[in-house]
């Protein structure tokens, strides 16, 4: 899965000369913390709700209109954090997921490879995408079981067809913990006799963990 798939194409943006106080505005009604400063879609920065309250000294957790005279007039450009994290469209959302949690950012800008802002990806957006990923409002039963390596995830798919059922999504994982190093399988699956299905993937060595 690609970030281009899943980032989000409608985007609110400001440009440079936009004063702090429009901006402001701006996220408040649109319930947004940042907004990216574009200029013919040439992405500059970003400007924060973070931003903002560093401009105003730092000294509260919120952004108090009456203080903003000075502030409030200001070009976002004075104040905007002009080198941003950026993430190219045919990164791998696994990419946009560990440069989040090693930057600690909530999202970042997707950016083309002329400059150009074409979308952004959320921690809402993967989220989306891991729940899709896992089989989220699809038919079908929930079944999570263990098997020893990757080399058996055709072997249980094979058991699956034979039986007659539908797999509808599957997600593989190892476990941070536990499940001695076997890769955790979780699929989406319809059929008409779950239980024997459960015994004939018992009998070639998957381990049932949960079904629901």
């Known amino acids: 899965m690609l970030v ?3 980032m989000t194409r409608e985007l609110v943006t400001v440009a440079p000369e936009t ?3 429009e901006a402001l505005e701006l ?6 913390r940042r907004l990216p400063v574009v200029r013919d879609r040439e992405l500059l920065g970003f400007i924060t709700l973070g931003d903002i309250r560093e401009a105003e000294g730092g000294k509260s957790s919120f952004v108090d209109w009456d203080s903003m005279d ?3 007039t200001m070009p976002v450009s004075r104040i ?3 080198k941003p994290y950026q993430i190219s469209p045919d990164a791998t959302l696994e990419d946009a997921a560990q440069m989040m949690r090693e930057t600690k950012v909530g999202s970042l800008p997707v950016v083309d490879s002329f400059g150009n ?9 993967m989220m989306l995408a891991f ?4 089989g989220s409002g ?7 079981l263990t098997v020893e390596s990757g080399e058996d995830i055709p072997r249980l798919l094979h058991v699956i067809e034979s039986h007659g059922a539908i797999t509808n999504s599957l997600a593989a994982a190892v476990p941070v913990t536990g499940a001695e190093n076997r890769i955790s399988v979780v699929l989406r699956i319809e059929t008409g006799d779950m239980d024997d299905l459960l015994g004939k993937l018992e009998e070639c060595g998957c381990r049932i963990v949960d079904v629901r």
């Open 19 to 21: 004063e702090v106080s």
């Open 138 to 144: 699809v038919p079908g039963k929930r079944l999570t």
């Open 70 to 72: 000075e502030t409030a």
């Open 80 to 82: 905007m954090s002009s």
């Open 4 to 6: 281009s798939d899943w």
């Open 27 to 32: 996220m408040l009604y649109k319930g947004i």
């Open 117 to 125: 802002l074409v979308g952004i990806i959320t921690q809402a957006d």
């Open 131 to 134: 729940c899709r990923m896992l």
